[in-house]
Each structure stands twice: as C-alpha cells, then as structure tokens.
C-alpha cells in the first residue's frame, strides 16, 4: 500500500508537521513517498531513504488547484493508495480537491490510523471526551491529520536536489496575489513553545492582555487564545488554540479567564500539566485542571508577575 | 449577479451532542449554525454594493426550518432545501455534490460559507464544491472590503494572512471574525415570513451520493481527572508560583 505524504515547509525546512506524518506512515507501510510543496528557492525536504518531491509553487500565486493537479498526477503516477495531508490551509484545501478527484471522502481530524485490518482512522468528539473511528473503504484513501498527533520522524534531512523539484503548471483557476503580509511574533511559537499562557473573555477587553503579555515574557512563554477573543479581533488568527485553531502540548499551559468550551478543550487538553484561572468555580476548564484557582485574572497576574 | 450562501440547520450547540448508531442525533428544531452567519454577511454586503440576488442553500431534514428562517431574516432572497431520507448521515462529499449540483443549475457567481460547521467540524465541503464546479477557490477569508467594484480580500496563510482581488466567479470560505454578521431588523423578520423556501429531493437532482465513510464504533477516551481546585483567598498567585517552581518554570 503506497503512501503519499503532503509535506509543508516552515522557514525553508520540511515542517514539524510533515514530519509527524511521515513517522505515522512507516507503521502503515514501507513504501512511501513525500512530496512537499513550498514557494522558498531552496528547502531542506530530502529526508534519508525516502523517495522525496519538491512542488514548486510561486508565492505571488494563490495555486492551490494547480498544486493538487500536480499532486494528482504523482498519485496516479505512482499508484499511490493512501494520501496523508496535516491539518493545515494548504493540507485541508488538497485534501478536499483531491477528495473530489478521486470519489473519495477524506476525513478530518484524525489523532490516529490503524491499517492492519481494515483502514481506520479515529477522531476525537465532544472535546475529546470520546474517540469516534470510521473505516475508509474508498480504493484512494484521504486523511487529514492533527498536528501533535504522533512523535516527528528523526531521520537525517538534507536539501532537496534539482533533479527532484517539479515546477507547477498554470491553471486558470490561479488568483494572483497582491501583497502578502506577514504577521511578526516575538517569542516562542505557540506550536513549540514549552510554557503556553492563554486568555480569554474572562479578562474583560482587549487593552487588558497587557498582563498576559508581561506574564508570558517574564516565563518565556508563547501567547494562546480562545475563539471568543480572536473573534471579537482583539489578536489575530493565529493565537487561537482549539478545534478550528492551533493543537498545542507544552509541559505547562496556563489558561487565563477561559470557560474551557469543548472545542477550547481539543486543542490544549493534552498538556502535561494544567492551571487555570477563573472567577467561575463551575468553568468547564476545572474539570481539566491539574490546579484551578477560583479567581479574579486581574489580581491573580499582577501578583504572579511580581512575584516573579 | 447571483450569490448562493449555506445556511446548515444544526442542533442547538450549547447542548453535548448525542449520537445514534455514530450519526449525530438531530432533533426536530435546529438553528442556523452561527458559522455561516459569515458567509450570508458577506453575500449581503457584496449584493448591497453589486446588486445580487443572494439564495440560500441548506440540506438535511426538514424540521421547523427554523435555521432557514433564521438565515433569511438576515436578507437573502429565498432559500432552497434538499431534503431526503436517502441523505442522512451522508459524508462531506455528498452534500458538496449536491451543493455544486444546485450551483450550476442555478448558474450562480460565487458561493459563499464559513469554513466548517459547528456539528461536525469536517472543513472541506467549501474546497470540494470548488473543485467539482471548477471554480476558483478562496478559503480562510479573514476579512473583505467591497470598493469600487471590486471585492479585496484578506486570506489568512500560516504566518500572517496574503492580500487579493476576488475573481468573477468563485467559491469562498470566511472564517470566524471575517465580517460582523447583522442582527435581522424587523422590517426583515417580517419579510422573511413571505420568502419562497423551495424542497427538493434527491430525484430532483439525478446524484450519486459517496458512500465511502463506514461508521465503526464509539469509545470513551481516557480523559484527565480534575486536580485541585482552590478558591483565591490572596494566596493563588503564590500556589501558582509555587508550582511553577516545582515544574522548574520559573
């Protein structure tokens, strides 16, 4: 059973992502292929003793049909069986593309795999409360992956060569882009940082993150979100932890004035250890907690920063 | 210009889903899931600057059709149902089957949605529609501007978010924050009571569902048991700092 990995690419290398899928896919099979798609000139995405791809694309090209025409050639090519994309833009856009090429409905937030019956995938419901799995019976098989959900690949990685980089073709269905924006974080990253301080409504408004902030550069520590406060615009997108957010694990996740909804809890839950703060004793976020402190945000951080 | 938007009628979801047999119990009365309240916002918007006629698009079972209503209290013209028993528990591609099934037949300029629903959280009828209709496609919009004929978008990307003219026709998926979706005005919800909401069958639309997906079971996960939970008596900043301390945070 042959299977094609999407790979990504993050600050020129093969992401974390990526690689977690392709460790997941060494206990599905022992033939695998990775083709990683990336605007950047150069990219380390050849990973020792696998058969790796470069996908082109330009950055100025919104090409994401293009880039599943291309990874839709490779499959047919190869006579790839089993497509594996991370939870990502790119990956849920070629999954979905893909789905439709093949007949073939994909499946989404997948934590896990077991290919040695039938092809099963598991997902989590109700904030991961309960695991649902389902049997994909389709010849093509499609998955998208959450990421976080199994330990990155540890192989040697070099640069990928020439001779392995294909250069997309044009479709009408491209948008140009006008300007990219690229949105600067100081910090850790939220994906990898070990420590992970998240606010939410409970801190009242916006101009208040500032205690947030001042706690998570005293620890070191990445910045997370609710939905609720991404919403109401008071950070952007890309701080927000959850369902339809980033999946974080640090050893230490500090949830600040957050009810902890079920789909806050997808995406935090498994850290290694848990505080929360909140002036609601009943929040769900309790239920979770390794220590809960029934208290007011605004007194707690302030004391906390300075006890620092 | 014709504009179709989704409006999928949901359970309520302040309430823990229940399923039956791993398909997810749908009671009589659902709402309108509060993510498409994006996608009708920026159709209304695109129809207010462009003259449009916006049309809602909404599957599964009949029900009150008070997520329909709701939908069309915000100011589409009419809705269209498919309704049949053959759909339940049909897959991601399925409905996007039907969905770009009612897209050409309707001959529409761009549909319109939030980029997944609050039920099941799949993400991918917006892209499949896409790519079945051969549509361009512009997912994950954060944010869009309608001047001088033109519709701007802002797509959210991994590191920040990529700035672009929308093309003449087009599939586009607008997440969470995208636009403020209107509350109806009275003069709306009254209108709304006479808006045409047309039912159809899957013989209607001459589609062949995907049944590829088999449901196999449901499990308990082994979930964390909570730990101590101490009231704030000017002491919690020191057990926390206590703590860190002891995780050697700080």
């Not at chain 1, 993050?10 to 605007?39: H, P, Y």
């Not at chain 1, 990928?160 to 910090?187: Q, R």
């Not at chain 1, 004035?257 to 929360?276: E, L, N, R």
């Amino acid at each position: 059973m042959k299977v094609l990995i999407v790979g990504e690419i993050n600050e020129n290398k093969i992401s974390t992502n990526s690689l977690e899928l392709i460790n997941k896919a060494k206990d599905i099979s022992s033939e695998i292929f990775v083709c990683t798609v990336g605007s950047s000139e150069k990219v380390e995405a050849q990973i020792e003793g696998i058969e790796c791809t470069y996908i082109k694309t330009n950055q100025n090209i919104l090409s994401t049909h293009s880039v599943a025409d291309a990874i839709k050639e490779f499959t047919d090519l190869h006579s790839i069986k089993v497509i594996l994309c991370s939870s990502t833009y790119l990956g849920r856009d070629i999954a979905a593309f893909l789905s439709a090429d093949y007949d073939s409905a994909a499946v989404t937030n997948v934590i896990d795999i077991d290919a040695s019956s039938a092809f099963t995938v598991t997902t989590a419901i109700n904030g991961g409360k309960e695991l649902y799995t389902t049997d994909i019976e389709s010849d093509i098989k499609i998955v998208v992956i959450r990421p976080k959900s199994f330990a990155p690949i540890e192989s040697e990685i070099s640069n990928i060569t020439i001779d392995n980089i294909l250069v997309i073709k044009n479709s009408e269905l491209d948008v140009k882009i006008e300007k990219l924006n690229i949105e600067e974080k100081s910090g850790p990253q939220l994906e990898d940082a070990s420590l992970v301080i998240s606010a939410g409504r409970g801190l009242g408004e916006a101009k208040n993150l500032n205690i947030i902030n001042d706690l998570a550069f005293k620890l070191d520590a990445a910045v997370g979100a609710t939905r609720a406060i991404v919403d109401a615009g008071w950070v952007p997108y890309s701080y927000q932890v959850g369902q339809t957010g980033k999946t974080v694990k640090p050893d230490i996740y500090i949830a600040c004035g957050i009810s902890g909804a079920t789909q806050h809890q997808v995406g935090m839950k498994d850290s290694k250890y848990i505080i929360a703060i909140n002036k609601d004793e009943d929040a769900a976020i309790f239920q979770i907690a390794d220590l809960g402190i029934v208290g007011d945000v605004h007194q707690v951080i302030p004391q906390l920063i300075n006890l620092i | 210009m014709k504009i179709a938007v989704s409006a999928k009628q949901i359970p309520d979801p302040a309430i823990e889903p229940t399923y039956e047999n791993g398909s997810l119990f749908r009671p009589d009365e659902q709402v309108l899931d509060d993510t498409d309240r994006y996608g009708i916002e920026l159709a209304l918007q695109i129809k207010e600057a462009m003259d449009a006629e916006v049309i809602v698009i909404s599957m599964g079972p009949e029900g009150t059709q008070k997520g329909i209503k709701q939908a069309l209290q915000m100011g589409p013209d009419r809705a269209i149902l498919v309704s049949d028993p053959e759909l339940k528990n049909s897959n991601s591609l399925t409905t996007a089957k039907v969905i770009a099934n009612l897209i050409k037949r309707l001959n529409i300029d761009y549909f319109i949605c939030g980029v997944e629903s609050t039920d099941g959280y799949t993400g991918l009828v917006p892209q499949q529609v896409s790519r079945i209709i051969k549509f361009p496609c512009i997912s994950f919009i954060k944010s869009a501007e309608i001047t001088e004929g033109k519709i701007i978008a802002e797509r959210q990307t991994d590191f920040g978010y990529e700035t672009l003219t929308i093309p003449k026709k087009g599939v586009l998926s607008v997440t969470a924050g995208g636009v403020e979706p209107r509350y109806p005005n009275f003069k709306e919800i009254l209108a709304a009571k006479n808006k045409e909401v047309e039912i159809l069958s899957l013989n209607d639309l001459e589609i062949k569902g995907n049944n590829s997906l088999k449901y196999r079971n449901i499990i308990q996960s082994n979930i964390k048991k909570a730990g101590e939970k101490i009231v704030d008596e000017g002491n919690g900043a020191e057990i926390i700092f206590n703590k860190l301390k002891e995780l050697k945070a700080v």
